[in-house]
């Protein structure tokens, strides 16, 4: 399964209009970029939970938006990013991120997306809820578009047909950490 369209249907899976926003096809083709050719073995256990990640915090970071200043101006771009690499372009800011999240690894082994929010210890909490949140969003990606891809079988000819809907619900309301 491509990593892109993964991606996409992780920001579906949070709300249906999340993939058309304007920078969001940039940004999950820079994910997916960045994902794929990673020469080292994938920090969460594989390559598409390391892009649901990344795609979870390009969306709380910035909601898919390139040119986000946060931080009291300190944070720049996608992944609120110190200047140096958050206003540079995005795949630069996609590669920078991920060496965010291996020294992460390499520093806190138990929580690697710790210092993406804010450090080992401090965030910690944040960084744990984020990867829970982004793996459940893949889950429910994955079920989406296996149900899209699936033939669907022709109704008997005369009978009545309900449609029902395999989509997840609306994230939108649920608060999301």
């Given at each position: 399964m491509s990593l892109k369209i993964l991606v996409l249907a992780v920001w579906s899976a949070i709300h249906p209009a999340a993939p058309k926003l304007v920078d969001a096809p940039e940004i999950a083709t820079a994910i997916a970029t960045v994902v794929s050719e990673d020469p080292e073995p994938p920090v969460f256990g594989s390559r598409e939970e390391?892009?649901?990640?990344?795609?979870?915090?390009?969306?709380?970071?910035?909601?898919?938006?390139?040119?986000?200043?946060g931080d009291n101006g300190r944070s720049f771009g996608v992944w609120q990013e110190p200047e140096t690499t958050g206003?540079?372009?995005?795949l630069t800011q996609a590669r920078a991120w991920v060496a965010v999240l291996r020294e992460g690894?390499?520093?806190c082994p138990a929580s690697p997306a710790a210092p993406?929010?804010?450090?080992?210890?401090?965030?910690?909490k944040v960084a744990d809820r984020r990867v829970k949140r982004a793996r459940a969003l893949l889950d429910m990606?994955?079920?989406q578009l296996a149900g899209a891809s699936a033939p669907q079988a022709p109704a008997p000819s005369g009978s009545a047909v309900t449609a029902v809907s395999t989509s997840p619900p609306n994230a939108v309301s649920a608060a999301l950490p």
């Open positions: 390391d892009a649901a990640v990344m795609a979870y915090y390009a969306l709380k970071e910035s909601w898919l938006r390139k040119g986000v200043v206003k540079a372009d995005v690894a390499r520093l993406l929010s804010g450090g080992c210890v401090a965030a910690r990606a994955k079920i």
